[in-house]
T-cell receptor, first 111, second 110 residues
């Protein structure tokens, strides 16, 4: 049982490059989330998808777009990466309740 | 999101010690949660608290939901080396969005 799988694990981008972070869950959860984690800031919500076909902005959506491709997959896209987007990105999912299941993160550096 | 103040920012533990950390907010939450993050991994839920005054244990971990609904604490008794990591508090309102604290980094005292 893989849970939440994120790819890639590491990525280095130059300013202005684009990339898509992939996330897939095999728990049949309706809700999926993208967070970023920065030192001293905790986890901040970028976007979420309460169910297949819907997406909503979180606290820090600027510079990002998302796609809920199907119930399993929720991708995060950086169209034009900036150094301020250097962070660790976590995808999470859940089905009602409070228990968020997190992936192991993507460590992104933008130079 | 709502601001959660988590303290301390970091702490050193010696095996066998009891340690505690807490989280406060200016806003009321319906649920308080405590997560632990090991290096290179995502956070994992340790304890969930659902009502004011609730005291819940999970092994050597004990957490309480403050009476005012604006705070929570986590105690770890008889620390062991695998307790190192980052501990996050999180509060949830009725809209199911979580607000996270900045984390408490626990390391072993040499």
């Amino acid at each position: 049982n893989a849970g939440v799988t994120q790819t890639p694990k590491f990525q280095v981008l130059k300013t202005g490059q684009s990339m898509t972070l992939q996330c897939a869950q095999d728990m049949n959860h309706n809700s999926m989330y993208w967070y970023r984690q920065d030192p001293g800031m905790g986890l901040r919500l970028i976007y979420y998808s309460a169910s297949e076909g819907t997406t909503d902005k979180g606290e820090v959506p600027n510079g990002y777009n998302v796609s809920r491709l199907n119930k399993r997959e929720f991708s995060l896209r950086l169209e034009s990466a900036a150094p301020s987007q250097t962070s660790v990105y976590f995808c999470a999912s859940r089905e009602g309740g409070v228990t968020l299941h997190f992936g192991n993160g993507t460590r992104l550096t933008v130079t | 999101g709502q601001q959660l103040n988590q303290s301390p920012q970091s702490m050193f533990i010696q095996e066998g010690e009891d340690v505690s950390m807490n989280c406060t907010s200016s806003s009321i939450f319906n649920t308080w949660l405590w997560y632990k993050q090991d290096p290179g991994e995502g956070p994992v839920l340790l304890i969930a608290l659902y009502k004011a005054g609730e005291l819940t244990s999970n092994g050597r971990l004990t957490a309480q939901f403050g009476i005012t609904r604006k705070d929570s604490f986590l105690n770890i008794s008889a620390s062991i080396p695998s307790d190192v990591g980052i501990y996050f508090c999180a509060g949830q309102r009725g809209d199911y969005k979580l607000s996270f604290g900045a984390g408490t980094t626990v390391t072993v005292r040499a």
